[in-house]
């Protein structure tokens, strides 16, 4: 199966920057109209313009909306629903991490990410999957994270909002078997981004270069996944590591090990 995307519309969150911009640029090849939303407008209107130099014909929509507010996420697909743009694709991808000790990290921060990595992702899809589903078609990207799916001290709230987003993830798309609309859940392991600095482990030392993806690689990958139905996207070599089925007799020790290292780094 290879579902063709021309005539469609996307929406992606998290177009402002890293994956969602390259997720952005793959899809402005063949769908019809893009609506790229982030809080930065200037980078959106400069993807915006990027993309129509790319392609004449692409209709861009710049939405600049803080997803982690829930009336200004509502308002945004208020206002697309009223302008008659329907969505056909959703790229659900706007997140972000918070590196550190869990009692250390900074409350509003880790609020934030759960209201966007869980909540946000959650009323998007709870607002656009009735209207897939009614015209029989809808491509969803979740972007999770391997971070959901082995448990990373360091990364404790983080990994827990990837966790929550996996496992969404699968359920609906068994939810949504039959009814025309794809559901693919992408779980990258480390891809250089902006995630890094904004999750404050950019001074780390770097995880081995073996695990890491290109942004670009990544996207490719990704919206690869989706058109042909995939339920899981892990890119490059962890893709081929049973990740969740890791047994906790051998999982404990290693938390506990990097467990004290974190603590160690922050006192
Ligand atoms: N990079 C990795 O190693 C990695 C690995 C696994 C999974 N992921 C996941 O991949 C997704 C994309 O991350 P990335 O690596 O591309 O990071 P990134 O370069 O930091 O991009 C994050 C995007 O999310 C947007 N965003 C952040 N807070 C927002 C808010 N409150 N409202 C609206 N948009 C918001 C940012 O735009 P503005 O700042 O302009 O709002 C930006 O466009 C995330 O869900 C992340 O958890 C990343």
């Not at 998290?14 to 994956?19: D, E, H, P, V």
């Not at 990027?50 to 997803?67: G, N, T, Y």
């Not at 743009?85 to 918070?98: E, S």
């Amino acid at each position: 199966m290879t579902l063709d995307f021309r005539g469609k519309t996307a929406l992606v969150t998290g177009a402002s920057a890293g994956l969602g911009r390259e997720m952005a640029r793959i899809l402005a090849r063949d769908v019809d109209t893009l609506v790229l939303t982030a809080r930065r407008q200037d980078r959106l209107d400069d993807l915006a313009a990027e993309l129509r130099q790319f392609r004449s014909e692409l209709r861009v929509h710049v939405r600049a909306v803080d997803l982690a507010d829930r009336a200004a996420t509502s308002a945004m697909l208020d206002g697309l629903a009223s302008e008659g743009i329907a969505v056909d694709i959703l790229i659900n991808n706007a997140g972000y991490g918070v590196y550190g000790l869990f009692e250390k990290n900074d409350w509003s921060k880790l609020e934030g990410m759960l209201e966007l990595n869980m909540i946000s992702a959650t009323l998007l899809l709870h607002r656009l999957i009735p209207g897939m589903v009614k015209r029989g078609f809808g491509a969803i990207l979740n972007v999770g994270s391997t971070a959901g799916m082995v448990e990373m001290p360091g990364f404790a709230g983080y990994g827990a909002t990837k966790a929550y987003f996996n496992h969404l993830s699968e359920a609906l798309r068994g939810e949504l078997s039959g009814t025309g609309v794809v559901l693919t859940a992408l779980c990258p392991g480390p891809v250089e981004t902006e995630f890094q600095a904004v999750a404050g482990t950019d001074k780390r030392g770097k995880l081995p270069a073996l695990i890491h993806v290109d942004v670009v690689d990544c996207a490719e990958q990704a919206i690869a996944g989706l058109k042909r139905g995939r339920a899981r996207v892990i890119p490059g070599l962890l893709g081929a590591v049973p990740l969740g089925g890791l047994p906790r007799l051998l999982t404990r020790p290693i938390f506990a090990r990097a467990g004290k290292k974190v603590r160690r780094e922050e006192s």
